[in-house]
């Protein structure tokens, strides 16, 4: 079975830019989350999306932004890029098969790093 | 008081010892519990879940849960040079995963 997918890896914006990252989960998982990983901050969570609806979302800004599309595919959007925005940002998908919310194993993709200057 | 809590570490252990990490979590209601690895420069990797009071072990690695005192550990077994990583521990909350800082493990030949 294939594993988290991430587009793209690597990114290089300037500040004032938007991004869209894109996630792929693992086939047959319909929840997704995200966390933005820096060395000061740890992992933090940023939300998450099962069958194309956002259940959960962390402490940032409204410039931070997700959706979940109908084949469990998700997108995050970060607009008004910002120096302080610099870092990996994780996609981990789970099964959770009757949608509970009750955390189940999560397997992250491979990241993209993002870069701000 | 921080959600989930870790030794930043580094845990320094000799080739062949027995490392341990620990971690204590806030919310007597969490159901879940993970512990990932993570290299240098890549992404987390789940190596151990644990659901129940007790016990789990999968090869050389043992989760340990106790719920009553809201910590959780990992030994590695017959530590090799290639388990040195940062080693995060995670808790299940409501739709999503609660992490710790990460301990910072260096095995040494």
């Known amino acids: 079975k294939a594993g988290v997918t991430q587009t793209p890896r690597y990114l290089i914006k300037t500040r004032g830019q938007q991004v869209t990252l894109s996630c792929s989960p693992i086939s047959g998982h319909r929840s997704v989350s995200w966390y933005q990983q820096t060395p000061g901050q740890g992992l933090q969570f940023l939300f998450e999306y099962f069958s194309e609806t956002q259940r959960n979302k962390g402490n940032f800004p409204g410039r931070f932004s997700g959706r979940q599309f109908s084949n469990s595919r998700s997108e995050m959007n970060v607009s008004t890029l910002e120096l302080g925005d610099s870092a990996l940002y994780l996609c981990?998908?789970?099964?959770?098969?009757?949608?509970?919310?009750?955390?189940?194993?999560?397997?992250f993709g491979p990241g993209t790093r993002l870069t701000v200057l | 008081q921080k959600e989930v809590e870790q030794n930043s570490g580094p845990l320094s252990v000799p080739e062949g010892a027995i490392a341990s990490l620990n971690c204590t979590y806030s919310?007597?209601?969490?159901?879940?519990f993970f512990w990932y690895r993570q290299y240098s420069g890549k992404s987390p990797e789940l190596i151990m879940s644990?659901?129940?009071?007790g016990d789990k072990e999968d090869g050389r690695f043992t989760a340990q849960l106790n719920k009553a005192s809201q910590y959780v550990s990992l030994l590695i077994r017959d530590s090799q040079p290639s388990d040195s990583a940062t080693y995060l521990c995670a808790v299940g909350g409501y739709n999503k995963l609660i992490f710790g800082a990460g301990t910072r493990l260096a095995v040494h030949p």
């Open positions: 644990i659901y129940s009071n």
């Open positions: 919310d007597r209601g969490s159901q879940s």
């Open positions: 981990a998908s789970s099964f959770d098969p009757a949608g509970t919310g009750i955390q189940s194993e999560q397997f």
